[in-house]
């Protein structure tokens, strides 16, 4: 299993980005991935999660109604829309899959991810 983040780059306070991250190595509606965030000298944060096979999600609090996670599974991809953005988000944005669906009530918790993709920064400039 693999997961490949992209997306990541500078952008303006108030602005927004897409960030991807493409699966492969396993059936993709099978999974459960989720995005984790850290800045520098913090640690790592949770970000939200998507269940593939029906969409559902769930989110971390300092991002509830500002980012959104979706999926394309003609694509084998899982997307990470971010909007009204600080310079409170910029940190590396990791994707993850979670280790199995029984875990969804503990998604916020990075020791239950097996995968991890490389990481994409995210800088948002004041």
């Known amino acids: 299993v693999q997961l490949q983040a992209s997306g990541g780059g500078l952008v303006q306070a108030g602005g927004s980005l897409r960030l991807s991250c493409l699966l492969s190595?396993?059936?993709?509606?099978?999974?459960?991935i989720g995005w984790f965030r850290q800045a520098p000298e913090k640690d790592l944060e949770f970000v939200g999660i998507i269940d593939s096979s029906d969409g559902d999600t769930k989110y971390g609090d300092s991002v509830k109604g500002r980012f959104l996670i979706s999926r394309d599974n003609a694509k084998n991809t899982v997307y990470l829309q971010m909007s009204s953005l600080n310079s409170e988000d910029t940190a590396i944005y990791y994707c993850?899959?979670?280790?199995?669906?029984?875990?969804?009530?503990?998604?916020?918790?990075?020791?239950?991810?097996?995968?991890w993709g490389q990481g994409t920064q995210v800088t948002v400039s004041s």
């Open positions: 190595g396993s059936t993709f509606t099978a999974n459960y």
């Open positions: 993850a899959r979670l280790r199995d669906g029984r875990d969804w009530y503990q998604a916020g918790r990075a020791a239950l991810y097996y995968y």
